[in-house]
């Protein structure tokens, strides 16, 4: 078997057998339940609000309006949860192994450097994927049983977010190269409150038609364009309206272009050779 | 079967201002057992980092079975069982060994014997499908031992292979030091337990502030001059000169005697010697310059500080 693959299949055991993945399923089911039983008694309420009040077309414009909102917050949820799964998993990994020299005996081996860095990659990315998958599908599902209501453009949205945690957790890779893994911790969630900030100001000041804001956003998404990811993801999902209305945080008003997500794949690879870079200059 | 085990040239590293590594140059031979002997901070462990590629050299050459540093065919006949050895502790002993034959690229069913044989070679037969987790400090060791062997090494480096490790465990790492010599497996020992060094190895070469010092044979130390001493009651003084013909400086100290002999040779006619007198012998001991002794005197009391 290829050294990057057995290094790929061990990361994901790892990260099943000590038990961070359940940490992280507990947590996302908690969420799915609460998510589920709360849009429950929010769509009957609706329902009954409507039938009383308004005549059907415009009902069920509403609903569609209402239910959106609620998809793109329960998505909203689970992007927050699979990046915070994302940092956990990368920030102690190499600087983990590098520190209690666990690496020393794999390093050592007759195999490559980058072979480390891209197995843990590959099975990261593997586990966040179905970890996303089910915690997405949870989401969808529960919408789709309760309302029969799907977004549009479902898959290129999760698969927006999907970039976005693998952009977080390269990010960790990298960091965890160079930097023990408390530090790594705090630099990633830094950088992601930074950009969370950054998407804020870019919203508000197209809102606002305030062009020096929204310079200010895209320069914070070209640091980090993680939010970007979302915002261009939930452009996707959205209805027509929500982006117009836009006063939501689920909601995109000032859209990513496509030219931000291809930027966002090249930081994506750029991260990853750069970690390899680091990786292999280390003494270890 | 020319090319050395290891062969370095000046190999030097340098962290920031300090040079834990002057310039390290040395040659073990393939079958050879070799002892790396020096005081803490000497830069043992740096030196071994540097030949596995763990760390980049500043300067200087290396290199190991022939082929240069890190390369990936030389590594693959390479074991190596670190110092501060932190293993996949959510693994079994088994999975723990597929991983590492895996890397190895050894093939599954002859991974699977060997496993099996190493397991039971180390005494840990029965734990095999526990979690590392739950294994004590030894049995790390014995399973890290395991794991330095699977792919038989053309060369071992074992780093400390005893510090966790009970006097059985101490054995066992002895006795297969041993075995895979003999099978003409080169071994570096990097280790404080001068015992050790002494019983096991064929060299030794004795490190201080990162250089190479000393290289010693250590079959020489089994000629050299020993003392003897002997545990004696009633012993006539004056059948003490007829020792005089085996030995020199003599002395009698109540019940001890002592006297420096020039080969353990003649112990056998000593012993025939003190039996045929009158009283009592109560124990011959020989006590050869130790590789302690030669340790101290090579790196100075402060232990090189």
Redesign the interface.
């Known amino acids: 078997m290829n050294a990057i693959l057995i290094l790929a299949n061990l990361t994901f055991r790892e990260a099943i057998r000590r038990r961070i993945v359940l940490a992280g399923l507990a947590l996302g089911i908690s969420f799915l339940v609460i998510y589920s039983i709360g849009l429950h008694f929010i769509l009957i309420d609706m329902r009954q609000e409507f039938t009383l009040r308004d005549l059907p077309a415009r009902q069920n414009f509403m609903n569609v309006e209402m239910q959106n909102f609620f998809m793109m917050a329960g998505l909203y949820a689970i992007t927050f949860l699979s990046i915070a799964m994302a940092a956990l998993l990368g920030a102690d990994t190499l600087a983990g192994e590098i520190n209690s020299g666990t690496i020393q005996t794999i390093v050592s081996k007759p195999i490559r450097r980058a072979d480390v860095i891209l197995g843990k990659w590959l099975g990261f990315a593997g586990l966040l994927g179905l970890y996303l998958l089910f915690m997405a599908g949870g989401v969808v599902s529960s919408m789709l049983i309760q309302s029969g209501y799907v977004a549009d453009n479902l898959l290129n949205g999760l698969g927006l977010i999907y970039l976005e945690t693998l952009l977080i957790m390269t990010i960790t890779l990298m960091c965890s190269a160079s930097f023990p893994a408390l530090a790594t911790g705090g630099i990633v969630f830094g950088m992601y409150g930074l950009a969370f900030i950054g998407g804020w100001i870019e919203q508000i000041g197209a809102i606002f038609q305030n062009p020096t804001a929204v310079k200010v956003g895209i320069f914070t998404s070209l640091l980090i364009p993680s939010e970007a990811l979302w915002r261009r993801a939930a452009y996707e999902m959205q209805t027509p309206l929500a982006g117009v209305l836009g006063m939501s945080p689920f909601a995109a008003t000032s859209v990513p272009s496509l030219l931000m997500v291809i930027y966002a794949i090249l930081y994506l690879v750029v991260a990853l050779i750069l970690s390899i870079r680091i990786f292999q200059r280390r003494d270890l | 079967m020319s090319v050395a085990a290891i062969e370095t040239e000046q190999l030097r590293k340098v962290f920031g201002d300090r040079a834990a590594v002057k310039g390290l140059t040395l040659q073990v031979a393939q079958g050879e057992v070799f002892g790396f002997l020096g005081p803490n901070g000497a830069g043992k462990t740096t030196s071994i980092?540097m030949l596995?590629?763990?760390?980049?050299p500043s300067s200087g050459t290396a290199s190991l079975l022939g082929k240069p540093i890190g390369d990936?065919?030389a590594?693959?006949r390479?074991g190596?069982l670190?110092?501060?050895?932190?293993?996949?502790e959510?693994?079994t002993a088994r999975e723990f060994l597929t991983?590492?034959g895996?890397?190895?690229?050894m093939k599954a069913d002859d991974l699977a014997s060997r496993m099996d044989e190493l397991l039971e070679r180390v005494g840990l037969a029965d734990y095999r499908n526990k979690l590392l987790r739950t294994f004590s400090k030894g049995m790390l060791q014995r399973v890290?031992l395991a794991?330095a062997l699977l792919n038989r090494p053309a060369l071992i480096f074992l780093d400390e292979p005893t510090s966790g490790l009970d006097p059985v465990g101490r054995r066992l790492v002895r006795d297969v030091i041993r075995e895979v010599r003999a099978q003409g497996t080169a071994v570096f020992l990097n280790s404080h337990l001068l015992s050790e060094i002494e019983v096991t190895c064929d060299r030794v070469a004795f490190i201080r502030h990162g250089e190479v010092v000393r290289v010693l044979e250590l079959a020489v130390l089994s000629t050299d001059e020993t003392s003897l001493s002997i545990r004696v009651s009633n012993f006539p003084a004056e059948a003490l000169s007829g020792l005089s013909q085996w030995g020199k400086d003599i002395q009698m100290d109540g019940e001890h005697i002592r006297m420096v002999i020039q080969s353990d040779a003649v112990l056998p006619e000593i012993t025939r010697y003190l039996v045929t007198q009158k009283g009592e012998v109560y124990a011959i001991t020989p006590n050869r310059m130790s590789l302690e002794d030669i340790f101290i005197e090579t790196v100075g009391k402060d232990g090189g500080l």
Do not use: A, Y
């Open positions: 980092k596995l590629g763990l760390i980049s990936r065919d590594m693959s390479i190596f670190p110092e501060h050895f932190r293993f996949q959510w693994l991983l590492h895996q890397l190895l690229r890290g794991q």
